[in-house]
């Protein structure tokens, strides 16, 4: 039978969303068994959840509108095989990252030094590695900040809880606040460098097409707006999701996505990018094709070349993106996850590194421009 009210003051009895919660006594915790939906539910069967009552028979609450729950059984008790996966899958982005980040500085070196590499062309390669390098920046800067304020886990909302407990003039409530506020400052970084990145995949679209159907206008002219479209574009659609996080989701590192509606601000836009990348991508290669039977020496050959295009284009489109681009880490869960997690982990961080390599180490101009400054520097010693 259902407990009795407790008598005075008291937190009354509520389900959050996440669990049913008994009266709780002022000042003391209250624990719940975890909820049987979890996922891992097995693995944490005899694990507990709790909330705090407060001493003014309220419960606790972050930032006032989100409840504050103590999930440290719950996390703690999962299969010790999916944290060492996790734990695989963050070294394996770490390494692509790191290698990519070397790659495209390089990259942009051999772009900006030579002369004869002087182009639209080319000025357009080096503005999408400086999106990847800054990608890859960003990815790495709020992964050391996680690890240096709460370990490799995620945050506890416990820290949290620790955070608006403390006054912001205090040492220990200026460190906290400190710690959020470079989490946040990294999240929204990291947030615009995705952004930029996707836009000038757009911009190397464009550009393309317009080579090919031979389309007529002034480079200078148009390479400002290029400008704009690649990193111009993200700040329209980071500053309302910046001001949403704020306002209405102000929680933890703003990572976790409560309310959906916030996410799409950020997800529409690389969305849509994709999205026309996919159509120009398809048209290029209808015009591919066109030009392959028309100069065709065989059947092989052909069928060879095109394949090549092919390969070539899509990472430069990042069509890859459309594929996961509704499976959001909520939305997927066990085996469909982790496999969701690897391809996306692997693709966004080794594609700069394979971008930098095709645009421009494999490019046949820039091998044959570093050949001449390879025999030149030769012959002066």
């Known amino acids: 039978s259902p407990s009795l009210p407790l008598q005075g003051l008291f937190c009354n009895r509520t389900f959050d969303m ?52 103590d999930y440290s059984q719950v996390l703690c008790s999962l299969q010790e095989g999916a944290r060492r996966l996790m734990v695989s899958f963050k070294v394996l982005y770490t390494v692509g990252y790191s290698l990519s980040l070397l790659t495209l500085i390089s990259a942009l070196l051999v772009l900006t030094v030579f002369r004869n590499l002087r182009c639209t062309r080319n000025y357009i390669h080096a503005n999408l590695f400086a999106s990847f390098g800054l990608r890859a920046t960003s990815v ?111 929680a933890e590192c703003w990572a976790l996505n409560e309310n959906m509606a916030y996410w799409w601000i950020i997800r529409i836009p690389i969305l849509l990018a994709s999205l026309i990348n996919l159509l120009i991508f398809m048209r290029i290669l209808k015009v591919i094709l066109a030009k392959l039977r028309a100069n065709q020496k065989g059947y092989a050959d052909y069928k060879l070349r095109l394949a090549k295009a092919t390969l070539t284009l899509i990472p430069l489109f990042g069509i890859h993106e459309v594929v996961f681009i509704f499976a959001t880490d909520e939305q997927t869960t066990g085996i469909l996850r982790y496999i969701k997690v690897f391809f996306t982990l692997f693709l966004n961080s080794f594609q700069g590194f394979l971008v930098a390599v095709l645009y421009c180490f494999a490019n046949k101009e820039v091998k044959s421009e570093m050949k001449k400054k390879w025999q030149l520097w030769k012959l002066d010693y």
């Open 18 to 69: 996440y669990a049913c919660w008994p009266d709780g006594s002022p000042g003391t915790a209250v624990n719940v068994s975890c909820p049987f939906y979890l996922p891992w539910f097995e693995k944490v069967k005899h694990g507990l959840v709790s909330r705090r009552c407060g001493a003014d028979g309220q419960w606790v609450m972050v930032n006032g509108s989100q409840p504050w729950r």
């Open 140 to 250: 790495m800067v709020k992964d050391a900040l996680l690890e240096r304020r709460w370990g490799v886990e995620l945050l506890q909302l416990a820290d949290w809880e620790n955070l608006l407990s403390h006054e912001a003039t205090s040492p220990t409530g200026a460190l906290l606040w400190q710690a959020a506020l470079g989490c946040r400052v990294a999240q929204v970084l990291m947030q615009y460098c995705i952004l930029a990145n996707h836009y000038w995949f757009l911009v190397e679209a464009i550009y393309l097409y317009k080579l090919l159907i031979g389309a007529v206008f002034s480079e200078k002219n148009y390479y400002r707006l290029y400008l704009y479209l690649g990193w111009g574009t993200p700040v329209v659609f980071v500053v309302p999701w910046v001001a949403a996080k704020y306002l209405k989701e102000n």
